[in-house]
C-alpha cells in the first residue's frame, strides 16, 4: 500500500541555535554544551526537572523533542501505540561510555555511579522522550557512519506502508565529546492534521540536515 508522507515539523540543534521548523528559536551565549542545553531548557521554560540527572544524549534528543511537538500532542492524536520514533547517529553513548570508563578506572577510588551507567545505551533517549510524550509505539535506534536519509525514508516509509505506524518521530542525535548534532523530523501521513511543511522524502530530508544555522 503506496501512502503519502508528509514533514509536519523539523528542530535543528546544532552551533549552539536552536530552529523548529524554519524558525530561529534561540541562540546560545555560552560555548560548551552543558552550558548551553541547560539555558536552552531554561530559556523555554520547559518544567521537567528529571532533564538535570539525564545524560548529554538523552539532554540534547530530549530538547530537540520538546520543540519538535510544541503545541501537539502525539498521544490524543493517535493513541499511545501509533507514533513511532526511529532515530540513528555514529557514536552510540560513546559520550557516556568515557565517563562510566573513567568512573572505574582507578580500583583504588572505585565508584562507578548507576546513574551514569543507565545511560550506557542510546535507546535509552527514546525512552525519555516516550515517558515525557506518553508514546509507546514502534521504535529503533540504529548506529551508522554518517546521516543516511535514503535508509530513513525507505525505513519509516515502510512503517507506515505496514501499518505500524501512524506518525513518526525520526532522525539524527549525536553527542561525542564537544561535537554535536540533533535533526529530528516529525512524519505523518498527507491531509491528516495538516498538509506539512514539506514532502517526506530523500531530497527534502538532506535539504533541511544541512540548512546553516
Given at each position: 500500500m503506496s501512502v503519502s508522507l508528509h514533514i509536519s515539523n523539523f528542530c535543528l540543534?546544532?552551533?549552539n541555535h536552536v530552529m523548529a521548523g524554519k524558525h530561529l528559536l534561540f541562540t546560545g551565549k555560552e560555548i560548551a554544551f552543558?552550558?548551553?542545553?541547560?539555558e536552552a531548557y531554561q530559556h523555554?521554560?520547559?518544567?521537567y526537572p528529571k532533564f538535570y540527572k539525564m545524560d548529554n544524549l538523552?539532554?540534547?534528543g530530549f530538547m530537540a523533542a520538546e520543540l519538535l511537538l510544541k503545541d501537539r500532542?502525539?498521544?490524543r492524536d493517535y493513541g499511545k501505540d501509533g507514533t513511532g520514533i526511529i532515530l540513528a547517529n555514529a557514536a552510540a553513548s560513546l559520550d557516556t561510555d568515557r565517563n562510566y570508563q573513567i568512573s572505574i578506572n582507578d580500583r583504588n577510588n572505585y565508584f562507578p555511579s548507576p546513574s551514569v551507567f543507565v545511560?550506557?545505551?542510546p535507546n535509552i533517549l527514546m525512552g525519555e522522550i516516550s515517558i515525557r510524550h506518553h508514546l509507546f509505539g514502534e521504535n529503533a535506534f540504529f548506529i551508522q557512519k554518517k546521516f543516511d536519509s535514503l535508509f530513513m525514508v525507505e525505513y519509516v516509509t515502510q512503517l507506515f506502508e505496514k501499518q505500524i505506524v501512524a506518525c513518526c518521530i525520526t532522525g539524527w542525535v549525536e553527542m561525542d565529546a564537544d561535537q554535536y548534532d540533533a535533526v529530528l523530523f516529525l512524519v505523518e501521513k498527507t491531509g491528516q492534521?495538516?498538509?506539512g511543511i514539506t514532502i517526506f522524502n530523500v531530497r527534502n530530508i538532506d535539504d533541511i540536515y544541512c540548512l546553516k544555522i
Open positions: 540543534i546544532r552551533n552543558q552550558d548551553f542545553i541547560k523555554f521554560k520547559i518544567g538523552s539532554k540534547l500532542d502525539l498521544n545511560y550506557t545505551l492534521l495538516n498538509d
